[in-house]
């Protein structure tokens, strides 16, 4: 291994010869340099393993120096220390706010110079490994971003198969589970909630009723009120959906969609009770926006309703059925909620004089 390469910077020219030569019979490789500038020019020449350098010198002095050199990416972490007849507190604070690593008092005692040089070397050497393992480690990221963005891909896939799945399954038509989609981002961005949740929400509302495949046709699309044993059956589809997507890997917001949409704020819900806030969010999210597409659309065993009288039966719900605070920032959002509704309306969703 080559000798740590020390560069010298002081405009003493006589003290400069003397500490070169005590560095080189020590062992190490020396350059020297008169002042900030010139060592500025040294260090483009050649990187030194470590800088010493005096704080009091003509065109450039040592706290400017330091300062440019921790701007320069490879001398961002290189040991520098200083040579300071000055052991005020306010000095050495300074001195190490700009960069330095260690100081060095005037008059120089040889032995202590030496030592302290061959610890900041060893040093530099552990500088040199984490170095080396920071680039080990951005290749790893890299890879596991490239990787990411695989399974990202493979799970919209898995998400659009499964929607495709349940709508072929359920008497709601595809447009109903584009609108919730679409209604359940625009409600969590108004809820103040993260762009990443946001979108990944936007991905996994249409699933809410996934479940409903594991459904016997005979209840999914019976015209007329069930039974409580079909009841009983229809409630299993939360179970269902959950159980699919976890089996198909996705993350827990996934599972927590079709699993608690039918729990209630007032923890009168299914399958499990749960109560407010013990309700994830996106479970309550995708609750106030399904109910209300469920009242605005037609189906075999209701007419749609106006956008009034579902603003209506919506605010009746609140605190009960419904988050309360949710349904006022759903309410809030009029306009946007009319353009989706226009963006993927189907024949049954119209305003029919129903109340």
């Avoid at 020396?30 to 990187?47: F, P, W």
């Avoid at 110079?113 to 480690?137: F, G």
């Avoid at 699309?221 to 959906?241: R, S």
């Avoid at 109910?291 to 009288?309: G, N, Q």
């Amino acid at each position: 291994m080559r000798p740590p390469h020390v560069l010298l910077v002081d405009d003493d020219e006589i003290l400069l010869r003397r500490l070169q030569n005590l560095l080189v019979r020590a062992g190490f490789e020396v350059s020297s340099a008169t002042d900030g500038l010139h060592a500025l020019g040294e260090v483009r020449h050649r990187l030194p393993d470590i800088v010493v350098t005096d704080v009091h010198m003509p065109r450039m002095g040592g706290p400017a120096l330091i300062e440019a050199l921790r701007k320069l990416p490879e001398m961002a972490d290189r040991p520098i220390l200083v040579l300071t007849a000055d052991e005020t507190r306010s000095t050495k604070i300074r001195l190490l706010q700009v960069g330095a690593d260690d100081f060095i008092v005037k008059p120089v005692d040889p032995e202590e110079l030496v030592a302290r040089l061959r610890a900041q070397a060893r040093k530099s050497d552990l500088a040199d490994n984490l170095v080396e393992v920071s680039i080990q480690r951005d290749e790893a990221v890299r890879k596991l971003e490239v990787r990411t963005r695989e399974l990202e891909q493979l799970t919209i896939g898995l998400v659009a198969t499964l929607e495709k799945a349940n709508s072929y399954n359920d008497s709601d038509t595809g447009n109903h589970i584009r609108r919730v989609s679409s209604y359940a981002a625009l409600l969590a961005e108004a809820a103040g909630c993260t762009p990443d949740f946001v979108e990944k929400l936007h991905r996994y509302a249409g699933l809410h009723d996934v479940g409903k495949v594991g459904i016997r046709d005979s209840i999914l699309k019976k015209p007329g009120k069930l039974t409580a044993d079909e009841f009983e059956e229809m409630k299993t589809h939360t179970l269902i959906g959950a159980e699919l997507l976890r089996s198909a890997g996705l993350p827990d917001m996934a599972c927590n969609i079709p699993l608690c949409h039918h729990e209630k704020f007032d923890g009168t819900g299914y399958p499990r009770g749960l109560r407010g806030e013990a309700i994830p969010l996106e479970a309550r999210i995708v609750a106030v926006v399904d109910v209300f597409d469920a009242l605005r659309t037609k189906r075999c065993y209701k007419p749609a309703f106006s956008h009034e009288a579902s603003e209506a039966m919506l605010q009746e719900m609140a605190g009960k059925h419904l988050d309360n605070r949710l349904v006022n920032l759903f309410l809030a959002l009029k306009e946007r909620i009319l353009q989706i509704e226009a963006q993927h309306s189907d024949e049954p969703l119209i305003e029919e004089a129903w109340g």
